[in-house]
């Protein structure tokens, strides 16, 4: 782990670091290595990322892996995510690391006092008028991290809109350096809950990332219902709700102040409505 922060501190602490990283958040390398972890030539892989990760296949629904990211994505058995079906309860849609932030008119203020607006992370569409005020909750997923994610409330949904753009690792040390949730490829789903009423789930690809993977275009769906799945790298999930849609708990604005990030899994409750 430490060699790995050391990396990633060479990359975005140095100037030279800065070159070289240009070309890694680069799109056609992310697809060049979603390709070969897609590929049984990649399978090698899978023995070394299971042990290292200390991942215990009996918690998972399927054990045959015909290349990495079939592993990578493994799903978990359904009785280890248990889904809070309470209406006013509001629910974690995947597992990660949660930031808390309450909206300031449009601007968000991330970690490391890196500055965002609603309308840079939606590419200026003008519903993001609609989320001034309101609160915008961000779970960053690790290589660790089950990387399957779900619908937050039951509901229905457009068609996703992807806007284009880097790759750079979602760990704290990139978002210091860079406005990496406004620079970085993603996709977004304006989402019209039957409890929590309009809302956006962001996706956010990261460094190494092949593929933002949402299962639907227009589709009506129930909570706990699977949206998609990142392919390999760590990645982030965005979901911005409009003020007074719900009472997130007090906890994670003050971990976020704090500077810290509190683990989550998809499924808990972590507000009401």
């Given at each position: 782990?430490?060699?790995?922060?050391?990396?990633?501190?060479?990359?975005?602490?140095?100037?030279?670091?800065?070159?070289?990283?240009?070309?890694?958040?680069?799109?056609?390398?992310s697809k060049?290595?979603?390709?070969f972890?897609?590929?049984?030539l990649?399978?090698p892989?899978i023995?070394?990322?299971?042990?290292?990760?200390?991942i215990?296949?009996?918690?998972?629904?399927?054990?045959?892996?015909?290349?990495?990211?079939?592993?990578?994505?493994?799903?978990?058995?359904?009785?280890?995510?248990?889904?809070?079906?309470?209406?006013?309860h509001?629910?974690?849609?995947?597992?990660?690391?949660?930031?808390?932030?309450?909206?300031?008119?449009?601007?968000?203020?991330?970690?490391?006092?890196?500055?965002?607006t609603?309308?840079?992370?939606?590419?200026?569409?003008?519903?993001?008028?609609?989320?001034?005020?309101?609160?915008?909750?961000?779970?960053?997923?690790?290589?660790?991290?089950?990387?399957?994610?779900?619908?937050?409330?039951?509901?229905?949904?457009?068609?996703?809109?992807?806007?284009?753009?880097?790759?750079?690792?979602v760990?704290?040390?990139?978002?210091g350096?860079?406005?990496v949730?406004?620079q970085?490829c993603?996709?977004?789903t304006?989402?019209?809950?039957?409890?929590?009423?309009?809302?956006?789930?962001?996706e956010?690809?990261?460094?190494?990332?092949?593929?933002i993977?949402?299962?639907?275009?227009t589709?009506?769906?129930?909570?706990?219902?699977?949206?998609?799945?990142?392919?390999?790298?760590g990645?982030?999930?965005?979901?911005?709700?409009k003020?007074?849609?719900?009472?997130?708990?007090e906890?994670?604005f003050?971990?976020?102040?704090?500077?810290?990030?509190?683990?989550v899994?998809?499924?808990?409750?972590?507000?009401?409505?």
């Open positions: 782990m430490s060699n790995k922060k050391g990396i990633l501190g060479f990359l975005y602490g140095t100037a030279v670091g800065r070159v070289i990283l240009k070309p890694l958040t680069a799109v056609w390398l060049l290595c979603g390709a972890l897609d590929s049984r990649s399978k892989l023995k070394g990322f299971i042990k290292s990760n200390g215990d296949l009996n918690d998972y629904a399927d054990q045959t892996f015909h290349c990495f990211n079939d592993c990578f994505c493994r799903k978990i058995k359904p009785e280890l995510r248990p889904i809070d079906n309470a209406p006013d509001l629910i974690a849609p995947c597992d990660g690391s949660l930031s808390a932030y309450k909206i300031s008119g449009d601007t968000v203020l991330p970690i490391k006092q890196s500055h965002y609603v309308a840079e992370l939606l590419g200026n569409n003008p519903i993001y008028k609609e989320f001034n005020n309101g609160i915008c909750l961000v779970f960053r997923l690790a290589v660790d991290n089950y990387h399957r994610y779900c619908y937050f409330d039951s509901g229905s949904k457009g068609d996703n809109t992807f806007i284009k753009g880097k790759l750079h690792t760990r704290p040390i990139a978002l350096t860079y406005p949730f406004k970085n993603r996709e977004y304006v989402i019209e809950s039957n409890n929590f009423g309009r809302a956006i789930q962001i956010v690809g990261a460094m190494l990332v092949g593929k993977k949402n299962h639907h275009s589709h009506t769906f129930t909570r706990g219902e699977e949206k998609g799945t990142f392919l390999y790298g990645s982030t999930i965005i979901l911005l709700l003020n007074g849609a719900a009472t997130v708990d906890k994670y003050t971990a976020t102040t704090g500077g810290n990030e509190t683990p899994k998809m499924g808990e409750c972590i507000g009401k409505k």
